[in-house]
């Protein structure tokens, strides 16, 4: 008997539990950032080393979504994948204080914290999506996705702001107990979120026959992981993941430098043409979710309209980027606004996709199948940010002038979100494809974060 599919308790919970785990990553890689790079006047490569280490961890993803898929319950794995972030985030923030006296054991702590941090972002979050693929009705999918997601983004947001307080002025010892009580208090709220919610157990036990539940069971990984790999839909999607996100995430490191040396913004200017990008995200998102409101359900297009759709306009608003590299009169912070929108659009429908053929593929694999695309968008984002800046400097090196250099980096970036949107279309239509989009129920979109 299939357990019930979850309403928006069970969402909103999910939620949280995504929220508390950017909450941990975001002091990671952006506070010890800091932190090590002013306050210890380290090289800025260590901590870009170690937030690149972090993602490289996460390619095995795969490996921990079949450990889910094989004990058929998701919410060991969260929860363990929180403890061991948690534990992680300690030791991160330990191996920071420990920098200033002795740097060389310092950083190597900190290589064993980004380690643990990888892993449990790997098994939480991976286990968090594979939860949502079996549980979330195909109507709800958007809304869910884009509900997690802006949650995750609020706990960013209020984790920042609360610790940027807890720990100015600066103490080694402040900031150890800072790291110590935000890595409890999530591991608290992961465990309350978790509590019961598997309780009526998971519908993938449901498969085809007791013959086919035996077989999945008596499967290594490399076999299962061969299985998920030899489906087209999967294989596609997988190059539609690395591809999209790959183009992301290459505009993240070089957006602000490109504003700061062509149009000459101030430090704090080019912040906030960041802060303008990451509210266009937002109304990206939303616009996806209310896409299925009852007032305009049906008349918006299919998820893979949106997903084709947010990557061309990304390709065409990426175009516009160079545009503003070759003349000063261009609008820029309207131009990165339309990105922000393309951004988010595309997204929240991949995300909404991706639940849907974790389950197409059939039960009791929904967890590699998120493994392996949580693997590839991994390693998109840890190319992403060296891609982009490293197509920079050589741009700069051949053309030996900014705005040429910065507008052919920024060609390369429409390019792969066009290639993304042509591998997009050829994900086959599936049954939650095919009808337009109808989400049942109200859109709860209240904050309450990934890798």
């Known amino acids: 008997m299939n357990a019930p599919l979850f309403g928006w308790f069970q969402i909103i919970r999910l939620g949280l539990i995504q929220a508390c785990l950017g909450a941990v990553v975001v002091v990671t890689t952006s506070t010890l950032n800091r932190i090590m790079v002013v306050e210890l006047a380290l090289p800025a490569l260590l901590p870009g080393f170690l937030v690149a280490w972090h993602y490289a961890v996460q ?32 030791m991160a923030a330990w191996a920071t204080v420990w920098m200033a ?24 979050g991976t286990s ?11 109507a709800r999918r958007a809304p869910a996705a884009t509900t997690v997601w802006l949650m995750m983004i609020v ?36 465990a309350l979120c978790l509590w019961g919610l598997e309780k009526d157990g998971d519908p993938s036990q449901a498969v085809a026959s007791n013959v086919s539940t035996e077989r999945l069971q008596k499967q290594n990984f490399k076999e299962a992981f061969q299985e998920v790999w030899a489906e087209p839909a999967a294989r596609t999607f997988t190059v539609f993941v690395f591809m999209s996100m790959l183009a992301y995430s290459a505009q993240d490191l070089i957006l602000e430098p490109f504003a700061g040396a062509v149009h000459g913004f101030t430090p704090g200017q080019t912040t906030q043409l960041s802060g303008w990008h990451h509210m266009g995200v937002l109304v990206g998102m939303l616009a996806v979710a209310g896409a299925g409101s009852r007032w305009v359900a049906g008349r918006l297009g299919s998820v893979q309209t949106w997903m084709v759709g947010g990557c061309l306009v990304s390709a065409l608003a990426t175009l516009g980027l ?18 922000g929108v393309a951004n988010g659009a595309f997204s929240i429908a991949a995300i909404a996709t991706m639940m849907r053929l974790a ?66 279309l050829r994900l086959r239509s599936g049954p939650a494809q095919d009808q337009r989009l109808r989400f049942e129920g109200p859109v709860l979109l209240k904050g309450g974060s990934s890798s």
């Open 59 to 90: 390619m095995v993803r795969p490996r921990m979504g079949f450990g889910s898929d094989k004990g058929r319950r998701s919410t060991p794995w969260m929860m363990g994948g929180m403890l061991v972030l948690g534990v992680g985030g300690v």
């Open 101 to 124: 006296s002795q740097p060389l054991y310092g950083a190597l702590l900190a290589w064993l914290s980004f380690s643990l941090i990888g892993l449990g972002v790997s098994a939480c």
């Open 128 to 138: 968090l999506l594979a939860l949502m693929a079996k549980r979330v009705p195909d």
């Open 155 to 190: 706990g960013f947001a209020v984790t920042a702001g609360v610790v940027g307080k807890l720990i100015d002025p600066y103490s080694p010892q402040v900031l150890l107990q800072v790291s110590a009580g935000l890595s409890l208090v999530t591991a608290l709220i992961t």
């Open 322 to 339: 160079v545009s503003s590299a070759l003349s000063s009169d261009w609008p820029l912070k309207a131009n990165v606004v339309f990105l």
């Open 359 to 424: 389950g197409e593929g059939g039960a009791g694999r929904e967890g590699t199948r998120m493994g392996l695309w949580g693997a590839a968008q991994a390693a998109a984002f840890g190319l992403g940010g060296l891609l982009g800046t490293a197509a920079s400097d050589l741009a700069h090196a051949l053309l030996g002038e900014q705005r040429t250099a910065y507008a052919a980096v920024f060609v390369m970036q429409a390019l792969m979100f066009a290639v993304s949107a042509a591998v997009a």
